[in-house]
Each structure stands twice: as C-alpha cells, then as structure tokens.
C-alpha cells in the first residue's frame, strides 16, 4: 500500500516532468523516507503517476522494456530488465516532428516494436507465446528522458520515473515474424546523417522476444498482463543518442526498413 512518503516522490516526478526541471534522484528521498530503495517500492511509485495520468484522460497503447543491454544491468548493478508504460498523447509516426520543449535532456533509442494480436497472460509465457501473440512487428524509435538531473541514475529511480520513458515513434511499414530474423538483424542509427549508433539484434538479451517474454511474465504476475492491441518496445539494439531541437536521427534495421524522426 503506497504510503504519504511514496506519494510525495511520485508527485516530485510529476511536477518534474510538467516544469521541465530535473530533480535530484529519488532513491535518496525514499531512503530518508524509511522506503525499502528496491524495485517493488520503486514500481508503487511508477503505479501512482500511471493512476495520475489515467484520471487525466491518456490512455495505456502497450509497455516498453529497459535496462536489456548487459552493459547497463552491469552499470546499475542489476540482472533484470525494467518497464514502463507507453501513452497515446508520446506516440508519433514516421517522419514526425517531436517539440524538444516537451522534453528535459532527450536520448534516442533504435528498436523493435511489437504489436499484440493476442493477449499474453501466462506467468510462465515462453517465446513461443511470443512469437504466437505477436501479430506484426516494426522498425521503432524511443525518445527516453529522464525527470533525474544529469540522467544520475540507479534502478530505483528510473524504474519509478516509468523507466525514463517519453515518447515514440512506430514505423508504417509492418512484418510478420516469420519472415524475418530478429537475432542478427543489425541495427543502424543516423543523426543528421552521421552515424551515431549500432548494434544487432541479440544485444537485446540475446534476442528482441526474449526480452517480450520476460515482460509477458513480469506483467503476468504483477496481475496487469498484455493485451491484443499492446504495442510492445523490446529494448534497444544500440547505444542510445542525446538529441537537441533540430536534429533529425533516421535508423535502419533488418528486415523492418527505415524509420525518422525530427526535433524541433
């Protein structure tokens, strides 16, 4: 049961997010506050903001996946992935301008999306599951920020700041999953057409749907499972890119094409 204290940091983050004024990160707070600094406490928070920002009138389109690349699980001293929730008001299509004066300290991400023809409710869901829930997937890109100045970050606060989600962008151009292969797709990102990022596929916990089952389990057991129509965000394929108003990123991934986006 969230308590005054987990309420306090949630609004912190919300007000963060609404002034465009990062704040010192919170696992500090939650300490002094006598909170466990741990995910479970960290995703009350992430849950009090979702509640806000329902009550306003947005709407849950599907979940991003974080935290995928073992570099930074080693960096934050974690071996598990985080997640957060996508909203219809940061959603944009390809070749879309994005307001940066919505936005704190941006960073683009290059990934796979997928999009859920089926609900995926079994705590023990497989990749099999995956690949059978999964009606298409998309060449995707992920603006994240964080309401953390500096991006001085650790687990707890970037799980309870919806895992540093805000905004992305889905390409048109749709593929079935058994007519591409994910796992050595290569992934590369331009920004105002210099490359700025690359990667592949098994970067992604050694594959994109690995990472969409180990969400599909996760969700499952918190009691707030994916469902047909959820857009699903895998994780990045490549090191995220800081982005300032006016430059354009367009990546490239095998088997899904090309996907842009412009800051302004």
Same mark, same amino acid.
């Given at each position: 049961?969230?308590?005054? &204290? /987990?309420?306090?940091?949630?609004?912190?983050?919300? +007000?963060?997010? %609404?002034?465009?004024?990062?704040?010192?990160?919170?696992?500090?707070?939650?300490? @002094?506050?006598?909170?466990?600094?741990?995910?479970?406490? &960290?995703?009350?928070? @992430?849950?009090?903001?979702?509640?806000?920002?329902?009550?306003?009138?947005?709407?849950?389109?599907?979940?991003?996946?974080?935290?995928?690349?073992?570099?930074? @699980?080693?960096?934050?001293?974690?071996?598990?992935?985080?997640?957060?929730?996508?909203?219809?008001?940061?959603?944009?299509?390809?070749?879309? =301008?994005?307001?940066?004066?919505?936005?704190?300290?941006?960073?683009? +991400?290059?990934?796979? &999306?997928?999009?859920?023809?089926?609900?995926?409710?079994?705590?023990?869901?497989?990749? !099999?599951?995956?690949?059978?829930?999964?009606?298409? %997937?998309?060449?995707? *890109? =992920?603006?994240?920020?964080?309401?953390?100045?500096?991006?001085? $970050?650790?687990?707890?606060?970037? $799980?309870?700041?919806?895992?540093?989600?805000?905004?992305?962008? *889905?390409?048109?151009?749709?593929?079935?999953?058994?007519?591409?292969?994910?796992?050595? !797709?290569?992934?590369?990102?331009?920004?105002?057409?210099?490359?700025?990022?690359?990667?592949?596929? /098994? %970067?992604?916990?050694? /594959?994109?749907?690995?990472?969409?089952?180990?969400?599909?389990? &996760?969700?499952?057991?918190?009691? @707030?499972?994916?469902?047909?129509?959820?857009?699903?965000?895998?994780?990045?394929?490549?090191?995220?890119?800081?982005?300032? %108003?006016?430059?354009?990123? +367009?990546?490239?991934?095998?088997?899904?094409?090309?996907?842009?986006?412009?800051?302004?």
């Amino acid at each position: 049961m969230p308590t005054a &204290a /987990h309420e306090t940091i949630a609004r912190s983050l919300w +007000e963060a997010a %609404a002034t465009r004024r990062p704040i010192p990160p919170v696992r500090a707070a939650a300490a @002094q506050a006598g909170i466990p600094v741990d995910a479970e406490q &960290a995703y009350a928070i @992430q849950r009090i903001n979702r509640d806000r920002r329902l009550r306003g009138g947005d709407r849950v389109v599907g979940r991003k996946i974080g935290l995928t690349a073992k570099a930074v @699980q080693a960096q934050l001293g974690v071996d598990v992935p985080d997640f957060g929730d996508l909203w219809a008001s940061t959603s944009y299509g390809d070749g879309d =301008e994005i307001p940066i004066g919505a936005l704190i300290q941006p960073k683009v +991400e290059a990934e796979v &999306a997928l999009v859920l023809g089926r609900d995926l409710d079994e705590v023990d869901a497989t990749v !099999a599951d995956v690949i059978r829930g999964t009606e298409f %997937a998309l060449a995707a *890109l =992920e603006i994240v920020d964080s309401r953390i100045a500096y991006w001085q $970050i650790g687990l707890f606060d970037t $799980i309870a700041d919806n895992a540093s989600a805000a905004a992305f962008v *889905l390409a048109g151009d749709p593929a079935r999953l058994d007519g591409i292969k994910l796992r050595d !797709a290569r992934m590369s990102l331009l920004r105002n057409d210099a490359p700025a990022s690359e990667g592949v596929g /098994h %970067a992604c916990l050694g /594959h994109p749907l690995n990472a969409a089952a180990w969400l599909a389990r &996760a969700l499952a057991r918190a009691g @707030q499972p994916l469902r047909a129509g959820d857009i699903v965000l895998t994780g990045a394929l490549g090191p995220m890119v800081p982005a300032q %108003a006016g430059d354009r990123f +367009e990546a490239t991934i095998d088997g899904l094409g090309r996907i842009a986006v412009r800051f302004v």
